[in-house]
């Protein structure tokens, strides 16, 4: 390491120690509500509704912390003033956010949360999601499965998930693999960012509001394109302004369109060249104006499940449908959809100038199964006040939880122990989860090596950070690594191992965690920490044997098999 990189690690290990000096020393704060909405990158959704009931102060005087990119901010001034929201402050400081995360409690977020917040006991931690799943996700998405822990620890975070469906709620805990262990109580409740679509009233004030009473309104939200890691903005923007253009020709002096485009899609569209075509007003939550359309246009994106609940009419815009398979596939065709669907801008123009002819009443039933006016009052008083007034669920698991660990998967022989291992246990009694750290060389070059050959039934739990330690902990741990010698096994870093484990697994609780591989002694330190029953299984000596307990590492596969007998 060069002392550049020396330096910048250096720096942000002090980073660390502020961060986990909150951590450890501030007492949470009751009055602090913390939200993200997608990552920081909007502010919108079920997370805003969340803000406005808030700041209706009928759970009481909060401090609401909002973290936001800075390219957010603006738009949620406009929120604040449009909607009288009490927002104490808006963060862009990933660390700053997580000192704050540190003392909230109360937190909200729609995805993921910041990679250094650990969760202490007495907070709360909701998570709304963002949509009804058709794309595939998690482990059902090869393009996602060495990063799904990103996801996976929110949702272990969490002590109330809410889904509007049954649909949702299967399809996002098995994608993501916590189908048997989730332990929190699972909402049966309507979206909040949903209610306006059965809200008639709304529609009709924020026509008004526009002077477009006369108006045959069309809203078009395409989805995100692309990965998250290879975006194509540049293409969409092109792909957009071309049929847009043939769109704005061919409407009437009475027909208006307004198109919005995914907040991952950054580029812009000048629609000051388009006669018809407006660009989505600003300062106001999407679906209070998705909520003014006759008619919405749209692709692949979540936007028609909760649109369907108002009984307007939909088009599916599929014109790239061959291309956006490449990246990602569904769970179930669109031809199972109600909605016309049309390939052609020409089939298009032709669609929007007629009525709606179909039949959606079995599709809002299974999509929109728990949608009610208010949901998001009823889930304010389940999480603020305690009372039940959402229906839930809990999920009862039965079975011991193992966790097995096998390095970069590079070696073959200890892959073939973990298979070994895997075939010879009883899986009616225990849940097996194989882990990885996603970061490693041969584990991103060569997922298959991961993913191939594991036996149906097991799930993949993956770590998603590499470790984060305070000036205090690195010192103390280069310490340890240059000697390998248990009495430079302290306390300080048994915490900071265990907080390490926590970072990723929350309180979910392992029976057992088995080391097919012990050359990794960062994780075998982890693991070490974080379960009584932990392993190593190895025939070969390795650095680590020398820091832990003996009776920690078994080299005959029989007394390994015994533990589970």
């Known amino acids: 390491m ?9 720096k942000e290990c002090k980073i660390n120690s502020a961060i986990y000096k909150e951590y450890t020393d501030s007492k949470i704060e009751d009055d602090i509500v913390y939200v993200e909405s997608r990552n920081g990158f909007d502010f919108t959704g079920n997370i805003f509704r969340i803000v406005e009931e808030l700041s209706t102060g009928t759970y009481g005087d909060f401090r609401i912390y909002v973290f936001a990119h800075p390219h957010i901010k603006s738009k949620i001034e406009e929120y604040k003033k449009n909607y009288n929201l009490n927002i104490h402050q808006v963060i862009d400081s990933q660390d700053r956010a997580c000192e704050i995360l540190h003392k909230a409690k109360y937190i909200f977020t729609d995805s993921g949360i910041r990679y250094k917040y650990v969760k202490k006991p007495g907070q709360v931690f909701v998570n709304t999601w963002h949509g009804t799943i058709i794309k595939l996700m998690g482990i059902d998405n090869s393009h ?3 990063t799904m822990g990103i996801i996976q620890r929110s949702l272990l975070f969490s002590d109330y998930l809410i889904f509007p469906s049954d649909y949702l709620k299967n399809r996002l805990l098995n994608s993501f693999m916590l189908e ?4 929190g109580k699972i909402l049966l409740e309507g979206y909040p960012r949903n209610s306006v679509f059965l809200d008639e009233g709304k529609s009709r004030e924020f026509r008004k509001m526009f002077n477009l009473e006369d108006f045959e309104i069309f809203i078009y939200m395409p989805t995100f394109k692309g990965l998250v890691d290879d975006r194509k903005d540049e293409k969409q923007k092109d792909d957009v302004n071309r049929f847009l253009k043939e769109i704005d020709e061919n409407m009437t002096d009475k027909q208006i369109l307004f198109a919005k485009l995914h907040p991952y899609n950054t580029q812009e569209i000048d629609f000051s060249k388009f006669r018809h075509i407006k660009a989505f007003p600003k300062g106001f939550e999407i679906y209070d104006i998705v909520n003014m359309a006759d008619c919405l246009i749209t692709d692949y994106s979540s936007v028609f499940f909760d649109f369907a609940i108002c009984r307007r009419k939909t088009i599916i815009f599929n014109y790239d449908e061959e291309e956006y398979l490449k990246d990602r596939g569904f769970y179930f065709p669109l031809s199972d959809l109600p909605f016309p669907r049309v ?4 089939d298009l123009i032709s669609e929007m100038n007629c009525p709606k ?13 728990y949608e009610r006016i208010g949901a998001v ?6 999480v603020f006040n305690g009372n039940d007034s959402c229906k839930f669920e809990t999920i009862q698991n039965e079975k011991h939880n193992v966790l097995l660990y096998a390095g970069d998967f590079s070696n073959a022989e200890v892959k073939g122990n973990l298979i070994r291992f895997i075939e010879s246990v009883d899986k009616d009694r225990f849940n097996i989860f194989i882990t990885f750290c996603q970061w490693m060389k041969n584990v991103k070059q060569n997922p298959a090596d991961v993913f191939d050959d594991i036996p149906e039934g097991i799930g993949f739990l993956p770590f998603s950070y590499n470790l984060i330690p305070t000036i205090k902990e690195k010192l103390e741990y280069n310490q340890l690594l240059k ?9 300080l870093l048994k915490s900071f191992f265990k907080r390490s484990f926590k970072l ?5 609780e392992f029976e057992y965690i088995i080391d097919f591989c012990p050359d990794d002694i960062n994780q075998a330190l982890i693991f070490d920490n974080a379960c009584d029953n932990f392993y190593i299984f190895s025939d070969a000596n390795s650095k680590v044997q020398n820091i832990v307990d003996k009776e920690k590492c078994i080299s005959d596969f029989d007394a390994l098999l015994d533990f589970f007998d």
């Open 2 to 10: 060069g002392f550049k990189d020396k330096f910048r690690n250096l």
């Open 144 to 146: 996602e499965r060495l």
């Open 357 to 369: 002819s179909y039949d959606d009443s079995s599709f809002i039933e299974k999509f929109g199964q």
């Open 180 to 183: 048997d262990i989730y332990p």
């Open 504 to 508: 990723q697994y929350n309180d979910l």
């Open 343 to 346: 390939q052609t801008v020409a």
């Open 483 to 491: 000697k390998c010698d248990r009495k430079d096994y302290t306390d």
């Open 377 to 382: 009052r009823y889930i304010c008083d389940t």
